[in-house]
């Protein structure tokens, strides 16, 4: 088994006089989907802001391939694709200028060939590519920053909510794009509230709340993964546990 590539340990971390992470766990593997869950308010997307060193913990430790992201930042995120909860892009420049000039802002280009192979696996169609953003649906927008986190290859994938918007057809394609970087040794670190799509391609689901992690499950080797009745019971607050 590979070593943790993103460790976190006993992380707390106050937002707006409260504690919103306290005592927070997680480990992330390379070559693992990892799926975060909870409630909304739970903390997931300060998780992910402080592993990008957006958010300063009050103690505990967070480690991301052996760096500190407070302390180098720049190396972090260097290591780090991050689909945010609330995509923006540039909405006077189309799908394919927004690709280029983020890949840019990262220090990046990628040939043509490749932007075409992106935009083609999160399935926007071509129409789209030359067309202004302003005019985009929210799919549309989604499926935009996908391609660019899939363009990064970098060796971490942090994905907020990122099936939010889109269709059922689309979210099934993007869950086999997530196997594929999991089959590359990609680590990724999934925010989602889709239950279903998390049991199709997590390794693991760690349920959030109360500012740490309370349940983790492991998915078996065979079809089932996870067993749903169980996860839906617990997440939904309708089990005794
Ligand atoms: N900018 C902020 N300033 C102060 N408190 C904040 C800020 N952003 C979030 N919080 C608080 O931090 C807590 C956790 O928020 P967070 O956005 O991490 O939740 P989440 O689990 O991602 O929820 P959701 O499922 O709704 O996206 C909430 O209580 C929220 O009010
Ligand atoms: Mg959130």
């Not at 799509?197 to 492991?218: F, K, N, Y």
Request: proline share 5%; with cysteine.
């Amino acid at each position: 088994m590979h070593e943790p590539v993103i460790a976190i340990r006993s992380l707390k971390l106050d937002r707006g006089g409260r504690a919103v992470l306290d005592g927070l766990d997680l480990e992330v593997r390379a070559g693992e989907v990892h799926a975060l869950l909870g409630g909304n308010g739970a903390g997931k997307s300060t998780t992910l802001a402080a592993i990008l060193g957006f958010l300063k913990p009050g103690s505990g430790s967070i480690h991301v391939g052996g760096h500190c992201p407070s302390r180098e930042p720049d190396e972090v995120r260097r290591a780090i694709a991050f689909l945010p909860e609330n995509v923006a892009l540039y909405e006077h420049l189309s799908a394919w200028e927004n690709l280029s000039y983020f890949l840019s802002l990262a220090g990046e280009t990628r040939e043509p060939a490749a932007m075409e192979q992106a935009l083609n696996a999160v399935q926007l169609h071509a129409q789209a590519w030359n067309t202004r953003a302003g005019g985009f649906s929210k799919g549309m927008r989604q499926k935009t920053a996908i391609a660019l986190a899939l363009l990064r290859r970098t060796p971490i994938l942090l994905l907020d909510e990122p099936t939010t918007g889109l269709d059922p057809a689309a979210t099934h394609e993007f869950n086999r794009l997530l196997g594929a970087q999991r089959d590359r040794g990609v680590a990724v670190l999934m925010v989602t509230h889709d239950l279903l799509g998390a049991a199709q391609v997590a390794d693991r689901i760690s349920m959030l709340r109360g500012g740490r992690v309370v349940r983790e499950w492991t998915a078996s080797p065979g079809p089932e993964r996870f067993a749903l009745a169980p996860l839906y019971q617990a997440f939904t607050g309708e089990s005794a546990q």
